[in-house]
């Protein structure tokens, strides 16, 4: 069984900045793509980043300049830097990951951390 943990959240003022990091756990033998996903209230689940192993990232537009994802293969860990961060960024953020057991690839969420920026 592998676990995904999001870690990071919490308040923070109209412009400043968190960095939110989601560690693997478990039978692990490689993870492929990890992402990072949004989800506000009422809203639809919003992808925001991904990045593969060499550490090729992609990113929403919403999110692009504000936004890094970054991974560290050893740890089993992938980051979000937000920064310049705005109200309308308050969401539950959430870790997805492509992981590799030995006997088979299956997706992976984690259960989030609520991002909470104020006016």
């Known amino acids: 069984q592998v676990q995904l943990v999001e870690s990071g959240g919490g308040l923070v003022q109209a412009g400043g900045s968190l960095r939110l990091s989601c560690a693997a756990s478990g039978r692990i033998v490689s993870i492929n793509e990890m992402q990072w996903y949004r989800q506000a209230p009422g809203k639809q689940r919003e992808f925001l980043a991904s990045?593969?192993?060499?550490?090729?990232?992609n990113y929403a537009d919403s999110v692009k300049g504000q936004f890094t994802i970054s991974r560290d293969n050893d740890k089993n860990t992938v980051y979000l830097q937000m920064n310049s961060l705005k109200p309308e960024d308050t969401a539950v953020y959430l870790c997805?990951?492509?992981?590799?057991?030995?006997?088979?690839?299956?997706?992976?969420w984690g259960q989030g951390t609520q991002v909470t920026v104020s006016s």
């Open positions: 990045i593969t192993i060499p550490g090729r990232a």
């Open positions: 997805n990951a492509d992981v590799d057991d030995g006997r088979t690839l299956m997706n992976y």
